[in-house]
T-cell receptor, first 112, second 112 residues
Framework: GNSVTQMEGPVTLSEEAFLTINCTYT??????LFWYVQYPGEGLQLLLK?????DKGSNKGFEATYRKETTSFHLEKGSVQVSDSAVYFC???????????FGPGTSLSVIP | DGGITQSPKYLFRKEGQNVTLSCEQN?????MYWYRQDPGQGLRLIYY???????QKGDIAEGYSVSREKKESFPLTVTSAQKNPTAFYLC???????????FGPGTRLTVT
C-alpha cells in the first residue's frame, strides 16, 4: 500500500547547522508530495509541496526535490535557527487516493 | 481572513460524558478531516468527509461520531465508548483528497 517513511528523531542541531530530514515513499501512480511543520501546541502548517518529478518546493529557506527514481523527498535547510524547532511531517497524496498519507513526523530541536 | 477554526482550545470533561468538538472552515473546501494526536506521536485519521451529507471512517473511528450537514462545519463527538479520549484533536480541510490540507489550531481534550 501507499506509505511514507521518515528518519527517526529526535534530531538536535546547533544554530546555523545544515539540516536534512530524509523522507521516502511507496505509492502507486504519480503522487503529490508535501512537507508540513507543527510548532508546539499548534496545528500543522503546509511548509512546501511538489506535484511532479524533479519539481523543487521551497519556502522560508527550506527546500525539497521530488525524486521519482529514488522515491524520495528529503527536506533541507542550509542554516537552521532556534525558531525552526518543531515537528516535521512528510506526506503524499494523489488523484486516485481518498486522503493524504502522513509520515510519523521528525522532531527537530535547534540549540543556540 | 480565510481559515479553519476549532473551539475550544482546551476542553475538560468527566469520564462517561459525551463531548462535541467544533470545526468550521470558510475556505470553501469540499473535504474535511479529523485527526487524533497523542504526545510524541503522529497523526491518526478518525473520520473524513469529501462532500456534504457523506463521511467515511478513518483508521480509529471507534468511539467517535461526526456529521456533515453544512459544507463549512464538521463537528466531532467523542462518546463515552471511547476508551482513552484524552488527546490533541486536529481538524483539517482541503479542496479534495489529492490536494494539500489546511489545519486548524487544535483542541486539547482532557477526560478525568
Amino acid at each position: 500500500g501507499n506509505s511514507v517513511t521518515q528518519m527517526e528523531g529526535p534530531v538536535t542541531l546547533s544554530e546555523e547547522a545544515f539540516l536534512t530530514i530524509n523522507c521516502t515513499y511507496t505509492a502507486t501512480g504519480y503522487p503529490s508530495l508535501f512537507w508540513y511543520v507543527q510548532y508546539p501546541g499548534e496545528g500543522l502548517q503546509l511548509l512546501l509541496k511538489a506535484t511532479k518529478a524533479d519539481d523543487k518546493g521551497s519556502n522560508k529557506g527550506f527546500e525539497a526535490t521530488y525524486r521519482k527514481e529514488t522515491t524520495s523527498f528529503h527536506l533541507e535547510k542550509g542554516s537552521v535557527q532556534v525558531s525552526d524547532s518543531a515537528v516535521y511531517f512528510c506526506a503524499l497524496s494523489g488523484t486516485s487516493y481518498d486522503k493524504v498519507i502522513f509520515g510519523p513526523g521528525t522532531s527537530l530541536s535547534v540549540i543556540p | 481572513d480565510g481559515g479553519i477554526t476549532q473551539s475550544p482550545k482546551y476542553l475538560f470533561r468527566k469520564e462517561g460524558q459525551n463531548v462535541t468538538l467544533s470545526c468550521e472552515q470558510n475556505l470553501n473546501h469540499d473535504a474535511m478531516y479529523w485527526y487524533r494526536q497523542d504526545p510524541g506521536q503522529g497523526l491518526r485519521l478518525i473520520y473524513y468527509s469529501q462532500i456534504v451529507n457523506d463521511f467515511q471512517k478513518g483508521d480509529i473511528a471507534e468511539g467517535y461520531s461526526v456529521s456533515r450537514e453544512k459544507k463549512e462545519s464538521f463537528p466531532l463527538t467523542v462518546t463515552s465508548a471511547q476508551k482513552n479520549p484524552t488527546a490533541f484533536y486536529l481538524c483539517a480541510s482541503s479542496f479534495g483528497p489529492s490536494y494539500e490540507q489546511y489545519f486548524g489550531p487544535g483542541t486539547r481534550l482532557t477526560v478525568t
